[in-house]
């Protein structure tokens, strides 16, 4: 819980300072469906209610092509290159460390597969994802700052076709 409230206030610290942007324009057509179906199954179980599950049915159902595991499309640099609502995250052995003030809090997650569906800015993400501690096996939403990534690794793919 105190991992989602320090990530929270880091995100809105960063709405209300007005650096979020908005990219609707130039989001590509794919992943405006994966936002889309996202959005569609929010609050629900997606098939098993696994992480990877809520990816996996996104991908079927704009018919993109993947490896069918944990290679979901088109890797992209987050740290060089621009990160749209629609692309998946694939977290492995990763540790994510955020200090605010005088408190610095730790997430792990060892193999964990997301859908990000908002960009607050360069690192900066509200994720889509189940079977999680906070939301179970249904989908719901976290903040992630990647800016605190300190071990493993963490891919970006854009869905493609």
């Known amino acids: 819980m105190i991992n ?14 007005g650096k979020t942007f ?4 130039s989001i590509p057509p794919l992943n405006k469906k994966v936002v ?14 696994e992480c990877w599950d809520l990816a996996n049915q996104a991908l079927k ?5 993947w490896n069918g595991e944990y290679v979901y499309g088109k890797p992209v640099d987050y740290k060089k290159e621009e990160v749209y609502p629609g692309d998946i995250v694939h977290f492995k052995n990763v540790v994510v460390k955020q200090t605010k003030g005088l ?11 997301a ?6 800015g360069k690192g900066i993400y509200e994720l889509a994802h189940q079977n999680t501690g906070f939301s179970g096996r249904k989908v719901g939403t976290s ?4 800016n605190g990534v300190v071990k493993g690794k963490v891919i970006i793919y854009r869905p493609v076709q």
């Open 143 to 146: 903040p992630i700052d990647m």
């Open 4 to 17: 989602r409230v320090i990530a929270l206030l880091i995100v809105f610290s960063f709405i209300s300072t």
């Open 61 to 65: 159902l704009i018919n993109a092509n």
């Open 36 to 49: 889309e179906y996202v959005n569609s199954v929010m609050g629900t179980q997606v098939d098993r209610g």
């Open 22 to 25: 908005s990219q609707s324009d």
């Open 115 to 120: 859908v990000i569906i908002k960009v607050y």
């Open 103 to 113: 408190t610095t809090t730790t997430e792990t997650m060892e193999q964990h597969t």
